[in-house]
């Protein structure tokens, strides 16, 4: 899946991982870019030809779910981190491993509370918040598109999402 095409379900982003004091930066030092060519050698993966390259990442795949066409996932601290990545190859078709789930699980309901579409983020880092989208730092977008915010929560318990894996 392409990296860009997953959203954030939350409008805000901590600066370390949720279990852990390891901070998203250190993280971010860790992901591997591996390019079609070094790919093609490493016989133990494989990368769809509609990727330029995949993100080797030290961590277990995102979840993803759809809702309205658009993949959302749960886990929005490593999504930063692979869209934060996947930047530096730019602009390389850089593709990820994530795992599609059926449906969300009801405990991670409450996490769903994005107003632009899951395309804007804020890192809350050092006491401060800082907006983030990987549209902005490309020039490709300056202003969040705000969403209905009660519609999208209406169609979100309505949509079943088919399971597959990427």
């Not at 930047?87 to 409450?110: D, F, M, N, T």
């Not at 020039?139 to 999208?152: A, H, L, R, V």
Request: aromatic share 16%.
């Amino acid at each position: 899946m392409n990296r860009f095409e997953v959203h954030f379900c939350q409008p805000l982003v901590g600066q370390f991982f949720k279990h852990s004091d390891l901070a998203l930066t250190d993280t971010l030092e860790q992901i591997e870019y591996k390019s079609q060519e070094v790919i093609a050698e490493d016989k133990s993966i494989s990368c769809p030809a509609s990727f330029d390259g995949l993100l080797n990442i030290p961590f277990p795949p995102i979840r993803v779910c759809k809702v309205d066409d658009l993949y959302y996932t749960m886990d929005n601290r490593r999504l930063w981190t692979m869209q934060k990545a996947a930047l530096k190859q730019w602009p390389a078709r850089v593709g990820c491993y994530v795992r599609e789930l059926e449906s969300i699980p009801s405990k991670h309901v409450a996490k769903f509370e994005t107003v632009t579409t899951g395309k804007v983020v804020n890192l809350r880092w050092n006491e401060q918040d800082i907006t983030w989208s990987w549209r902005f730092e490309k020039g490709i977008s300056k202003t969040p598109k705000i969403i209905d915010f009660f519609n999208f929560f209406f169609h979100f318990y309505e949509i079943h999402v088919t399971f597959h894996v990427v």
